[in-house]
């Protein structure tokens, strides 16, 4: 089973779980070249994409997911809102309803050997959700645009081989940046984005022996730098007793091409 971001971050985020085989992307708010190119890379094509779940409707999660469905045929799984949101982006001009297939929070969707489980999460968005992808008893957990993260969050990334989660802004940074006042409010509240230092805590409270690989993804690009969120959640991780018995390898996606491929063994 395989982890592979093909681009994560404030700028847009596609992300491809699953084998050789075939799997499935969580978004496409790239382009549909960038979406080909970089399956490409691993020798992929989007005849190996059975599905693509959406987290939810902001511009970076869907931007690419129209051209890819004129493309291929795809069938899309979101909640009901966010499925409702997309189609009053617009976008979706000459493809079909049919392939949208609404689910609820609490849902289980199975392709194949593969099981996709949404959960709640807080962000501005009409019903958002993250998700976690098991596969051959391994399970992968992708978790971004959180204001905050709950129980339920920890409940449902506890137990995963590898995730991909939130690192979005330095708050010194944020607070001192150029954004207005009130982008601002927005992004530090409970329905915006997780701070590094606020991943850096939800990713203590999911450590275990298991897991094998941690990406940080979503960084802004006004707001943080790739080296900024790695040291300030390792410097985190390096109090717990925990990480330091692990053999665990920390990383961050990179934002407009493809990181490279981590495999679940």
């Given at each position: 089973?395989?982890?592979?971001s093909?681009?994560s ?16 992307l ?5 382009s ?6 970089g399956l490409?890379?691993q020798?992929?094509?989007l005849?190996?994409v059975k599905?693509?779940?959406v987290t939810?409707?902001h511009?970076?999660h ?5 051209p890819v469905?004129?493309k291929?045929?795809?069938p899309v ?9 997309i189609?009053?982006k617009g976008?979706m001009?000459?493809?079909?309803p049919?392939l949208f ?8 969707v ?5 099981l996709?489980?949404?959960?709640p999460i807080?962000?501005?968005a ?16 992708i978790?971004t645009?959180m204001g905050?993260?709950t129980?339920?969050?920890i409940?449902?990334?506890?137990e995963c081989?590898?995730?991909l989660?939130?690192?979005n ?9 150029a ?8 992004i530090?509240?409970d329905r915006g984005h997780?701070?590094n230092?606020a991943s850096?805590r939800?990713?203590?409270e999911i450590?275990?022996p298991?897991?094998q ?5 979503h960084l802004s ?8 969120a ?5 410097y985190?991780l390096d ?6 018995a692990?053999?665990t390898?920390?990383?961050v996606a990179?934002r407009?091409?493809?990181t490279?491929?981590l495999e679940i063994?």
């Amino acid at each position: 089973m395989h982890l592979y971001s093909i681009a994560s971050g404030s700028s847009g985020n596609c992300i491809y779980v699953g084998t050789e085989e075939s799997g499935v992307l969580i978004d496409v708010g790239i382009s549909l070249k960038k979406v080909r190119e970089g399956l490409e890379q691993q020798n992929l094509s989007l005849e190996h994409v059975k599905a693509i779940f959406v987290t939810h409707e902001h511009t970076d999660h869907i931007s690419g997911l129209g051209p890819v469905l004129r493309k291929a045929p795809i069938p899309v799984y979101a909640t009901g809102d966010t499925v409702a949101a997309i189609w009053e982006k617009g976008n979706m001009k000459n493809i079909s309803p049919d392939l949208f297939h609404s689910i609820r929070r609490t849902d289980e969707v199975e392709l194949g050997d593969m099981l996709v489980r949404p959960f709640p999460i807080s962000h501005d968005a009409a019903d958002p959700v993250c998700y976690t992808v098991e596969q051959g008893g391994h399970r992968i957990g992708i978790a971004t645009d959180m204001g905050k993260y709950t129980d339920e969050t920890i409940e449902n990334l506890g137990e995963c081989d590898s995730i991909l989660i939130e690192a979005n802004h330095d708050i010194n940074l944020l607070q001192v940046g150029a954004y207005p006042y009130s982008l601002k409010m927005r992004i530090l509240g409970d329905r915006g984005h997780l701070s590094n230092d606020a991943s850096a805590r939800l990713i203590k409270e999911i450590l275990h022996p298991g897991m094998q690989h941690i990406m940080l993804g979503h960084l802004s690009k006004e707001n943080n730098f790739p080296e900024l969120a790695y040291q300030t959640v390792q410097y985190e991780l390096d109090q717990s007793e925990t990480w330091s018995a692990m053999d665990t390898k920390l990383l961050v996606a990179k934002r407009y091409e493809p990181t490279e491929l981590l495999e679940i063994y």
